[in-house]
Structure formats: C-alpha cells, structure tokens
C-alpha cells in the first residue's frame, strides 16, 4: 500500500515563500513522474508543476520563474519551493506520483492535500 503525505502548507503574507514536501510511503520500487497540482474553490483543479523522472520539468506559466519542483529519490521526496506568493496562489495544493510497487504495478497517486493560504 502506498501513501502520499503533503505537509508544508500554512499562511504567508503577499511576497513570502513557503516549501511544500510530500513524502511517499510503502513498499515502492521507483516513482516516476511527480507533479503538484493545486485547486481553489470554484475552480478546477490545475496542474502547477511536473518532473520526468528528474529528466526534464515542466511549470504552468502562471508559476515560472517563482516555484521550483524537485525530489529526493533517496528519501522518497518530492518538493515544491514557492517565491513571491501572491493572494491568487490560495489553494489545496496537492501532489501527485507515478509510482511502481514492488511486483510491478504502475499507478498514479494522490495525497489529500495542504492548504496554502496567502494574505494580502
């Protein structure tokens, strides 16, 4: 059984930087493809950023040049680093995985997301 857990989230004020982790759990044999998504109320939900396999990231336009997404494989880790929020980055973030089990299954993932609240 796999589980993703976010932590990380809070409240900021305008212009301020928070770190999002989200670490993976259970008897894994590779994550693949990782990405953060986030949705706020109303809305749908949006992919924010994306990482290959390390290989290559992908940000939606509204978030490059202010939040970076990496892992950990060693740790089974993988985090977003967000700069200079703003009110409209209020949302669920949540992150998701795709992630091989022991004997061989391929799934994505989801946590059950952390609230980012940013003040204005």
């Known amino acids: 059984q796999v589980q993703l857990a976010e932590s990380g989230g809070g409240l900021v004020q305008a212009g301020g930087s928070l770190r999002l982790s989200c670490v993976a759990s259970?008897?894994?044999?590779?994550?693949?493809?990782v990405c953060w998504y986030r949705q706020a109320p109303w809305k749908q939900r949006e992919l924010v950023a994306a990482?290959?396999?390390?290989?290559?990231?992908d940000y939606a336009d509204f978030v490059k040049g202010r939040f970076t997404i990496s892992r950990d494989n060693a740790k089974n880790t993988v985090y977003l680093q967000m700069n200079s929020l703003q009110p409209e980055d209020t949302a669920v973030y949540y992150c998701?995985?795709?992630?091989?089990?022991?004997?061989?299954?391929?799934?994505?993932?989801w946590g059950q997301g952390t609230q980012v609240t940013v003040s204005s």
């Open positions: 998701n995985a795709q992630i091989t089990v022991n004997y061989g299954m391929t799934r994505d993932y």
């Open positions: 259970g008897i894994i044999r590779t994550i693949n493809v």
């Open positions: 990482d290959t396999s390390g290989r290559d990231t």
